[in-house]
Every structure is written in C-alpha cells, then in structure tokens.
C-alpha cells in the first residue's frame, strides 16, 4: 500500500481541527480516503474585509508561499454575521469575542427586534497544482443569551433555526456537523477529494 498523501490544514485553533477531521473521516460504508490531514498551526494575518471569499484567498495564499506551492494546502475563515447590522461583525468577530466577550455581544443586539444571524465558513483549498477552489457553508440562526460550554467562540450564543432550539454549545459534536456552516462547507470539500479524478 502506498503512503497517503498529506493535506495540510492550517489553523491555529484546535476546536475548528477537531471538528474538520470528524467531517472528512469517512463514514460507515466508505472506503478510507488516500489523504491524511496534517495540521500546521501558523498564524496567518487576516484581510480587513467585508468579503469573505477574499479574505479566505488572501489567508490560503499567505500559507501556500510559507509552506511551498508544490504541498495541498487548505484555510478557513467563519465569519458571523448579523442580519441587523448588515453582515458585522462577520470576520471580525473573533476580535469582539476576544475583546468585549459574549455577554455584551449579545446585549448590543438588545435595543433591536431582529436577533437573526448566520454563520459562514468559506474555505479555500490549494491543490499544489496552481488551482486554488472555494467551498462556502451558511446556517442561519438566532443570537440567544449564552448557554452550554463556552469553550468553543460564540458557540453558546448561536441557536440554530434547525435545530432543537439547542444552541451550538449544547448540542452533540455530530449533529453540530450536521448542520454547521462548517459541516456544509467541508462536505463539500470531502466530496471534492474523494470523488474529483484529478485529486488520486
Ligand atoms: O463553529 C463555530 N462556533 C463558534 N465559534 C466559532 C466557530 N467557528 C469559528 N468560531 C470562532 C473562532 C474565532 O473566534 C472566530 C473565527 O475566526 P477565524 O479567523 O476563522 O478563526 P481562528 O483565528 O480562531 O482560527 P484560524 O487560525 O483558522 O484563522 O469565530
Ligand atoms: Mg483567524
């Protein structure tokens, strides 16, 4: 048997790898994949933009010139955006989490009815041939005051529209995958290296 080819994921936070690799394991009836994921935990500088997709591209093409343009190579980058403030703090809000923490994120939302919101991760994955291939998941759901474990982001204050009324923090690892912007985005991404002819 040859070697499987390594994919290198980087990240430096440990609850996204976590949850990729459980989403491009195999399942059940599947044969096992000729890739292993690998993680490289750089710390990427991060576009100050409104789009995401190009905050993505400029994250995946600063890893691609650290680590070599012959190696496969993917980032991420989830944003949460609030449907009252136009999309913010979409990819900021990791820095509002850092800096104001969850309780005061959710009462800025406190004067206004409208409490919807999605969650998006746009991937971009590197193939080592040149090509670089986008991959983006959306789930919609309700800012809530926080609940469950608040050891993973905003996790405690986004609640699903398709969901048990749990928020993400309450719910099991894999029925999060299921529905997660992140579960739609790497399904997409599994399916492309399992399937796509040129990726053996
Ligand atoms: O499913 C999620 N549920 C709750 N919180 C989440 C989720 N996914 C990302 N998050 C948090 C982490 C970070 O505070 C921000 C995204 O920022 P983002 O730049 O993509 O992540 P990061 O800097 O932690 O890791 P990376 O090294 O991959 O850029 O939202
Ligand atoms: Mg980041």
């Known amino acids: 048997m040859t070697s499987a080819r390594e994919i290198i994921f980087v990240t430096g936070n440990a609850n996204k790898l976590k949850e990729v690799k459980m989403i491009l394991a195999p399942s059940e009836n599947e044969p096992s994949p000729s890739f292993t994921i690998v993680n490289e935990a750089l710390d990427l500088e991060e576009l100050q933009d409104i789009d995401l997709e190009a905050i993505a ?8 010139q650290i680590l070599g343009p012959g190696r496969p190579v993917f980032v991420e980058d989830t944003a949460l955006r609030f449907d009252e403030f136009n999309g913010l703090p979409g990819a900021y809000i990791k820095w509002f989490v850092k800096s104001m923490g969850l309780a005061k994120i959710v009462q800025m939302l406190q004067p206004f009815e409208n409490k919807g919101a999605e969650a998006v991760t746009t991937i971009v994955y590197a193939d080592g041939k040149g090509q670089y291939h986008t991959f983006q998941g959306i789930t919609r759901g309700t800012i809530v005051d926080s609940r469950g474990p608040t050891t ?46 040129d990726n053996q």
Do not use: H
């Not at 591209?57 to 691609?64: F, G, H, P, R, T």
């Not at 982001?153 to 529905?179: C, H, R, V």
């Open 57 to 64: 591209l400029a994250k995946c093409k600063q890893a691609v």
């Open 152 to 197: 993973f982001g905003w996790d405690s204050i986004f609640q699903p529209i398709e969901g048990k009324g749990q928020t993400y923090a309450e719910m099991e690892k894999k029925d999060k995958n299921l529905i997660s912007q992140r579960g739609r985005a790497f399904a997409q991404l599994k399916d492309f290296l399992y399937n796509s002819s």
